[in-house]
């Protein structure tokens, strides 16, 4: 495994010799291709999704990426998007149509729910979001027209676990599409088509670039999936990266083992430092034994990654900013899955009008990166104390 991994990351799809042999694959920063004949024209008009044409369809770069990707999460074929919002929204669209029926896990990302409760229920599509802890809510959920199952699992803000071999047996007994968000484990730690869910969709701005440099997004499965995901969505919503953010991400994708593992060895070393603290509640971090779904998470994933959120002892608002004010090496910004340390508050949630979620104020949600995990410990206590 180790072997064929650092294979996918170092070389599977770089076509050196196509690219003057240069260690580095260069950038195919073109937005169209020439024909030297009309027979080769309607050849690429004819393959538009396989073959140089017109960058939003296909782009050199572009598909080496994708080429990695897709054997990163065990697929047939992946698609790149502009953002991992894009992905999940193309995936959900393609599979869907008026008078259709969704079920979601509850407290999904939140532009997931977006998409489904905003936007979606325009055309006539309706959700019903169920407790994901137990596998069966879906099948519970299921009325005839439901089409499509979304999972996330666990999820980047409560970290509830969904059994994904239950959910997928449920879904290919009724003949629904499923699809997971798998950001959070990233490929290394999980890979929901094992346990027979059809899609899987990445935020590639996290773990996969892993340098907080690039927004993109990452949709997997097969051959078939892609492929109508691509002539229809992908081509009409037009969320294409650029050829510079798929070189990026493969750079990024270059230490996806090294950043993961040593990200999830400081998350280890942080949640369970937190976890004996007396200022500290609660850490929600699924391979904690306290965590109510551990044994799943033990099952399901291969280990666990560098975010979490922890639950102060604070009796009030003005001491959970003490606390992260106070935090030097955890910077205050949204967003996780790079190297550096970050820490996002929920009481920043709070406006004019009152608290914009209904996750209590005494959250923090901490991204573990990759530095020196004694450095991270020791800049928490000190926090912790001013609480
Ligand atoms: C960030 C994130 C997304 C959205 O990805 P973008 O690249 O920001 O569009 C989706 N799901 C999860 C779990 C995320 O953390």
Redesign the pocket.
Not at 83 to 86: I, P
Not at 203 to 206: E, I, N, Q, R, Y
């Given at each position: 495994m180790s072997e064929d991994l650092s294979h996918l990351l170092t070389h599977l799809g770089e076509d050196r010799e196509r690219g003057y042999d240069a260690v580095v694959p260069p950038i195919v920063q073109s937005g169209n291709f020439t024909y030297p004949t009309v027979a080769a024209m309607r050849h690429a008009v004819q393959n538009e999704m396989e073959m140089p044409l017109y960058t939003r369809g296909f782009n050199p770069t572009v598909a080496m990426a994708r080429q990695k990707l897709a054997a990163l999460e065990h697929a047939e074929d992946a698609l790149l998007f502009s953002?991992?919002?894009?992905a999940?929204a193309a995936a959900v669209i393609s599979f869907t149509k008026a008078d259709d029926h969704v079920v979601c896990v509850h407290k999904p990302?939140n532009?997931?729910k977006k998409l489904l409760s905003e936007l979606l229920v325009r055309f006539g599509v309706e959700t019903t979001y169920v407790d994901g802890s137990d596998a069966e809510n879906y099948r519970r959920a299921c009325k005839p027209n439901t089409t499509f199952f979304i999972t996330?699992s666990p999820?980047?803000l409560t970290f509830e676990l969904q059994d994904l071999r239950v959910v997928a047996a449920i879904a290919k007994e009724k003949k629904i599409t499923t699809l997971c968000?798998n950001?959070?484990s990233s490929p290394l730690f999980q890979n929901p088509i094992d346990f027979g869910i059809d899609m899987v969709?990445h935020?590639?701005?996290?773990y996969l670039n892993g340098h907080s440099d690039v927004?993109?997004?990452v949709l997997a499965g097969s051959k078939a999936h892609m492929r109508q995901v691509m002539s229809k969505e992908f081509m009409t919503l037009g969320a294409a990266p650029s050829p510079h953010d798929a070189w990026l991400l493969v750079r990024g994708l270059r230490t996806l083992e090294l950043r993961v593992n040593r990200s999830a060895d400081n998350a280890e070393k942080v949640a369970r430092f937190l976890e004996a603290h007396p200022k500290v509640k609660r850490v929600h971090w699924p391979f904690l034994e306290s965590h109510p779904q551990h044994a799943l998470a033990k099952r399901q994933m291969k280990r666990c990654g560098g975010l979490m959120t922890i639950e102060l002892d604070a009796t009030d608002e003005a001491a959970v900013e003490r606390f992260c004010d106070h935090l030097k090496r955890f910077l205050m910004a949204v967003?996780?899955g790079g190297y550096e340390s970050l820490q996002w508050p929920v009481c920043a949630l709070k406006g004019p009008d009152g608290y914009l979620t209904d996750l209590p104020f005494n959250m923090v949600r901490l991204y573990v990166g990759i530095e020196e995990a004694q450095l991270l410990i020791e800049d928490l206590g000190q926090a912790l104390g001013k609480l």
């Open positions: 953002s991992g919002s894009a999940v990302y532009w997931t996330e999820n980047s968000d950001s959070y969709a935020s590639g701005t996290k927004v993109c997004g967003s996780w």
